[in-house]
């Protein structure tokens, strides 16, 4: 049941397992859009469950992107909350979400960028 699934997902984010939610939200994502693709040609199912899935995963990889050492994943968590967005485009949650992640990468690339002109310059 993808609610159960999705309850999972929200107790991984709150223990801080971050690859283990976005596994978790993979797999309802992949059911949802699996089930729906034959009927939809290719169109996001407008579920609201698959909205959840996506924005867990997006907070899980933001999650991970935090974590030291790890590759970051902001802009894949700004892709799931586009498709999200996709599907409830009035989701005000989901704008201000996409606004934080945003400001998260253009916060990162910032620091990537004055890494780069340190190993140019030195």
């Known amino acids: ?15 801080s397992e971050w690859r283990a ?18 009927k939809g040609n290719g169109a996001l199912p407008n579920d609201p469950l698959l ?6 995963r997006a907070k899980a990889r933001i999650g991970l992107s935090d974590v030291s050492g790890e590759i ?7 892709e799931d909350l586009k498709q999200a ?5 009035e ?6 979400e996409l606004d934080k992640a945003r400001l998260r990468q253009k916060d990162a690339d910032a620091k990537n960028q004055a890494v780069y002109q340190k190993m140019v310059h030195s």
């Open 1 to 15: 049941d993808f609610t159960i699934k999705l309850n999972v997902c929200q107790v991984l984010l709150a223990m």
């Open 91 to 96: 989701n005000n949650e989901l704008l201000r």
């Open 85 to 89: 967005l996709l599907v409830e485009p």
């Open 21 to 38: 939610a976005i596994a978790t939200a993979d797999g309802v994502i992949l059911e949802l859009v699996g089930r729906h693709s034959k």
């Open 72 to 78: 970051s994943q902001l802009e894949e968590a700004i």
């Open 51 to 56: 909205v959840k899935a996506l924005v867990r």
